[in-house]
């Protein structure tokens, strides 16, 4: 293991690391139980400003369920903040109303309405009045993804995988947020279009939004992070820059397939 990659959660709380930025969020001694039964133990992150911090590991090592807690969708324990505020007991309002924005595994989005109009809908709850505001964000989400706009009038049911997952990304996108939370936005989708899809993930750094990108595609999402974390039955089991983890020996084994080293 690389003496960067350190093999448990953060040690030492976010406020305590010398020279780091003000995390966007930081998680620390974070659990979340369904009933009796604890899915996540424990967990410590942080995204820092302009980061794209990726959450890797197998089925069921909890990834959603604490994506869905951050997001304040799952009751939690433990500590939760958001730049520099503690939040005591994370709601989807607190968490929406402070610029967090969560595009969900399933991407929800309303089918017998247009491309358009589930744009809108993104914008709704932080734009409640100003229309003008809305169609300026709508136009930027256009450039951002331009087949969104040559399918403004379609309905979304209509879209292919790879423009449902830009919609629903350029749906969140709509409430201007500071942080993104993505659940599995390859899932289900071919090799190219996960690329094009993360390629505008990744570009969105510049935008100054931070990303928290969960998913079981670890080389897709190392390829985009700037650093990672090994989620294993509901503990970080591995953390790191994420060009070393798509470089260390048990990510390749486990997660990147037959040995093979990453060009
Ligand atoms: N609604 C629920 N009720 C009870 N247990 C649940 C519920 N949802 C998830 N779990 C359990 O919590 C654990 C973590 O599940 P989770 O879906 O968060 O994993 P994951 O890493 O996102 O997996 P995948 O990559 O397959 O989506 C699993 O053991 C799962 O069975």
Request: net charge positive; hydrophobic share 50%; proline share 5%.
């Amino acid at each position: 293991m690389s003496a960067r990659l350190a093999a448990a959660s953060d040690a030492a709380p976010v406020e305590a690391r010398p020279g780091a930025a003000r995390p966007v969020l930081a998680l620390e001694d974070f659990h979340v139980a369904y009933g009796a039964v604890e899915a996540v133990h424990g967990v410590a992150l942080h995204i820092d400003e302009g980061e794209i911090v990726t959450v890797i590991g197998p089925n069921g090592a909890g990834k959603t369920t604490l994506l869905a807690a951050a997001m304040g969708l799952l009751p939690s324990r433990g500590r939760l903040r958001l730049g520099g505020e503690v939040i005591a007991r994370p709601s989807v309002e607190a968490m929406v109303a402070r610029g967090v924005a969560l595009v969900p595994e399933r991407r929800e989005l309303f089918g017998e309405m247009s491309v358009e109009d589930n744009l809108l809908l993104g914008g709704f709850y932080r734009w409640r009045t100003g229309r003008r505001d809305q169609r300026a964000r709508m136009a930027e989400v256009f450039a951002i993804f331009p087949r969104l706009q040559e399918r403004r009038t379609q309905w979304a049911s209509t879209l292919s995988g790879g423009e449902r997952q830009m919609l629903a990304i350029g749906r969140a996108l709509m409430a201007r947020p500071r942080l993104l939370m993505l659940d599995e936005p390859s899932l289900g989708l071919a090799p190219l279009i996960v690329r094009e899809v993360l390629q505008v993930v990744g570009a969105l750094r510049t935008q100054g939004v931070s990303v928290l990108l969960v998913e079981q595609n670890a080389r897709a999402a190392l390829q985009v992070a700037d650093r990672g974390y090994v989620l294993e039955t509901g503990r970080v089991a591995l953390q790191g820059p994420a060009a070393e983890l798509l470089h260390d020996r048990r990510i390749i084994d486990t997660y990147l397939g037959l040995g093979q080293r990453v060009a």
